[in-house]
């Protein structure tokens, strides 16, 4: 909460960024709660009332803050869509790079069968690196300049790369660093 508080770190404070210390949070937050309850139950009444309103904001209030199931954003249904794409042209018979952690899982693939799909290209600088021939670069707007530091230029002007499909929003929208979001579809050569 601090580092994003004071904006250090790249932090954007994202939940799923935060769910992975929630339950070392919940180990240290029961031994105070542990502490206060001992402190209330020399009063029966009010040591019951101290345990049924923890029990119902710990039960409750997630369904009310959260929608529960969380609803499909924008970004993961242009994935899901460009993953059909792929599916319905055979594409994803090819190895796939990628930079959306959610494309394994719509192309129905195991994210660490390297033979399948790729995680990042081997060389941003110079993609077509040790790339095979007929991989197929998916390239989102979100992930591809921000955590995988590769432009899209380097593939749009690239000679061993053949562009095969943009898909866009409806609706533009931006993501991280004002980039719109879009995703593109390209072919190593």
């Known amino acids: 909460s601090v580092v994003w508080w004071l904006g250090m770190g790249g932090s954007l404070g994202l939940t799923r960024v935060i769910g992975g210390v929630i339950p070392l949070a919940a180990v240290v937050s029961f031994r105070g709660l542990v502490e206060i309850y001992k402190r209330l139950s020399k009063n029966v009444y009010l040591s019951v009332a101290f345990v049924l309103a923890c029990f119902l904001l710990i039960v409750y209030y997630p369904f009310t803050r959260f929608d529960v199931p969380i609803r499909i954003g924008e970004a993961e249904k242009l994935i899901k869509e460009a993953c059909n794409w792929i599916k319905e042209e055979e594409f994803d018979e090819k190895l796939i790079y990628y930079y959306d952690p959610l494309i394994p899982f719509y192309l ?3 994210p660490y069968d390297k033979t399948s799909v790729h995680e ?29 530091q ?8 690239n ?23 879009e995703i593109y579809l390209f072919r190593r050569k």
């Open 159 to 181: 000679d061993a790369f053949e562009f095969i499909k943009k898909i866009a929003p409806e609706h533009p929208f931006e993501t991280l660093n004002g980039f719109t979001y």
């Open 108 to 110: 129905n693939k195991d």
């Open 120 to 148: 990042l290209v081997p060389d941003r600088e110079h993609p077509e690196n040790g790339m095979p021939a007929d991989a197929v670069v998916f390239w989102d707007a979100h992930f591809g300049p921000n955590e995988g």
């Open 150 to 157: 590769l432009p899209l230029e380097r593939l749009m002007n």
